[in-house]
């Protein structure tokens, strides 16, 4: 085994995607922080966790020196954020009469918005909500899902999703977005 695949294998359980602002992106990483985009306005970086709840990015020197490609990197950090998630609690709001269902995602890990990247739970949460499902990640520790049919709700979240994004202190999207059964667009609707 190379030093390089060694040092992956020591790291590869502490990988995580995480969402950021492309600003940010930009500015913490100087251009090279490993990212690519999920769709407009919406980036996935990766981290690894290090003790005492800090992270070290990614960049695009660590691929070429563990001489995995950036698949190997999204595909891991993904499996191990399905895990960290299993036998989490969402917290889903409804009204007393129910059918208006709202998911959020607010353990506060850093990863919150992350989990728009796992489509089993996205499609457990369009199975429950009437219209397309959509969703908000404004910072890295918010995610809500509702669906579009409730208009009312929908401009709610819609407003507290951009206030969010503007206030955050770790940025990710003022945009809503769609899940449309095989990936994520931009909420135009």
């Known amino acids: 085994m190379k030093l390089s695949e060694k040092e992956f294998a020591e790291i590869r ?5 995480m969402l950021m602002d492309p600003a940010q ?26 003790p005492n709840d800090k992270v070290r990015y990614v960049s695009y020197q660590d691929l070429r020196d563990w001489g995995v490609s ?15 998630t299993e036998g989490q609690r969402v917290t889903k709001l409804d009204t007393p009469e129910g059918g208006r269902p709202m ?5 506060q890990d850093g990863f919150d918005a992350a989990r728009i990247l796992l489509p089993t739970w996205l499609a457990q949460f369009a199975g429950a909500v009437a219209g397309n499902l ?22 709610t979240v819609r407003r507290r999703v951009e206030a969010e994004h503007h206030s955050a202190e770790f940025p990710v999207s003022p945009f809503l977005y769609v899940w449309t059964g095989q990936g994520l667009e931009r909420y135009t609707g």
């Open 13 to 17: 359980e502490r990988l995580y995607p």
């Open 103 to 107: 998911y959020i995602w607010h353990v």
């Open 134 to 155: 959509v969703i908000g990640v404004p910072h890295r520790n918010w995610f809500v899902a509702i669906g579009d049919d409730d208009h009312d709700l929908l401009e």
């Open 25 to 50: 992106i930009q500015e913490k990483g100087q251009g090279g922080m490993l990212n690519g985009i999920l769709t407009e306005g919406l980036f996935v970086i990766y981290v690894i966790e290090e």
């Open 70 to 84: 950036h698949t190997t990197v999204h595909v891991t950090a993904v499996r191990n954020l399905e895990a960290r």
